[in-house]
């Protein structure tokens, strides 16, 4: 059975060849960028072969290449000649069942390709020169996390050969940029191999009623396991909280293991109050088959038999002013009104908290640390968390005062009348196994 193509060239294929030719990158030799992203779509995928491909009127030239030898192959066999003809990722999850590549040369011959997963390389709307791919010899399938990483890879490729177009532009890169860049994709990488291998886990901090010493609760942290054993905080993951889907799963992750472990101090018999949680802009969005954050809370508070005043969520400022605030406001008082706790998380960093403050919805206000650090030393610093305590109080919220550290910040906190503090000095961020009950 001969192989089956695309049903003739991208619409666009004279301007497409025409644009191929002006980057004049087929010709050129190895690019450590290049390579750089082959390993890391390899690395997220788990897959041994990788490509960078570009294609021409008759040849699919491997640009950048793992685990597979040669320097191209003919145009006709290339699985990457139907990635091109859409800006979605194309997957093949078994080549030798699929009647468009049985009986492909790649899937035949001595490659014994079974399985694709490819991201164009759209250069410009419509034009996609060609595509960043990851093979392997085995079928198997993809989550969407990991096709998103892809997607990102084959931007980020696009954009080196936009600047491998014109050497002036690449010997005047901003290497910082750049390094961020590569440390961005690295965060990536990790986040998706802790989501793979269940690396993610969380550590508690106690949070203390200032006025008599009880604790009242705690603050659940994510923090990464490493195969090497040691433990990492978010700082080395962030890009991946920034990223819509690996955030989103990722708070999923942490609300379903909030609520497990709350339903099993319970069961245990132990008064630990209540787990307050992280939430990110990107798990409000209702999608197909993802629930949003109302839906998502209230299934999993419900699922266990938990009541919801056990679980509390924490929002940044920066959170609830994207251009879904109007959404996120409705959600979180129908949370509120399901008698979750809302609490205004990192106040006072943000650019508009008092234009918002009375508008917002939440019950508490968290004073961000750096105010409560500086405060004892500065009578400016001093002057804000006392003003913040103050019109919390005329407002009805509780308020809870973040890195409390010394003795002499927890006196003043208590005498301003701060409700509740949470830091070092009341205890630092530990796994489960570590947490005393007295």
């Not at 060239?9 to 980057?23: H, K």
């Not at 290049?34 to 960078?52: W, Y």
């Not at 940029?177 to 990536?188: E, P, Q, V």
């Not at 990192?346 to 508009?352: E, I, K, Q, S």
Request: glycine fraction near 8%; charged fraction near 25%; aromatic fraction near 8%.
């Amino acid at each position: 059975m001969a192989a089956v193509k695309p049903r003739g060239f991208p619409p666009d294929e004279i301007a497409r060849l025409q644009r191929l030719s002006e980057l004049a990158t087929v010709q050129t030799g190895p690019d450590p960028v290049l390579d750089a992203l082959v390993d890391a779509a390899c690395l997220a995928a788990g897959t041994p072969v990788g490509l960078i491909t570009l294609l021409d009127g008759e040849r699919q030239w491997f640009k950048s290449k793992r685990g597979i030898e040669g320097e191209c192959s003919r145009r006709e066999d290339a699985f990457c000649d139907y990635t091109i003809q859409s800006p979605s990722a194309f997957v093949v999850p078994d080549a030798l069942r699929d009647f468009r590549f049985a009986d492909n040369p790649f899937v035949t011959g001595r490659d014994r390709i079974r399985f694709y997963a490819g991201a164009p390389l759209e250069i410009e709307p419509g034009l996609r020169l060609g595509s960043l791919c990851v093979l392997d010899r085995v079928p198997r399938r993809l989550g969407a996390g990991v096709l998103g990483i892809l997607e990102r890879l084959a931007h980020c490729a696009v954009e080196r050969l936009l600047q491998r177009e014109d050497r002036y532009i690449l010997s005047r890169i901003d290497s910082v940029r750049f390094d961020r860049a590569k440390a961005d994709i690295a965060a990536l990488v990790l986040a998706e191999q802790a989501l793979a291998h269940g690396l993610f886990t969380l550590h508690y901090q106690p949070k203390i009623a200032l006025d008599s010493g009880r604790r009242i609760g705690f603050e659940a942290l994510l923090r990464l396991k490493k195969q090497d054993g040691s433990v990492v905080g978010p700082s080395a993951f962030a890009a991946a909280l920034e990223e819509p889907s690996l955030s989103r799963r990722i708070g999923n992750y942490v609300l379903h293991r909030a609520v497990a472990q709350a339903k099993a101090w319970e069961l245990a018999g132990i008064d630990f109050g209540h787990i307050a949680i992280n939430v990110s802009s990107s798990q409000f969005v209702e999608l197909p088959g993802n629930p949003c954050l109302v839906d998502e809370m209230l299934g999993a508070t419900q699922s266990a038999q938990l009541s919801s005043c056990r679980i509390q969520i924490e929002v940044t400022e920066g959170v609830m002013l994207t251009e879904q605030g109007a959404d996120i406001g409705t959600q979180l008082e129908a949370l509120r009104a399901a008698g979750f706790v809302v609490a205004f998380d990192d106040f006072g960093t943000g650019y508009a908290s008092l234009v918002h403050l009375k508008e917002l919805a939440y019950d508490q206000i968290k004073i961000d640390g750096s105010f409560v650090r500086a405060m004892t030393r500065s009578s400016a610093d001093l002057a804000i968390v006392k003003a913040i305590i103050d019109m919390a109080k005329a407002l009805g919220k509780r308020v809870v005062a973040e890195g409390v550290e010394t003795a002499a910040e927890f006196h003043t906190l208590k005498e301003l009348g701060c409700h509740y503090g949470q830091g070092f000095l009341f205890g630092r961020p530990v796994d489960v196994a570590h947490i005393r009950f007295s």
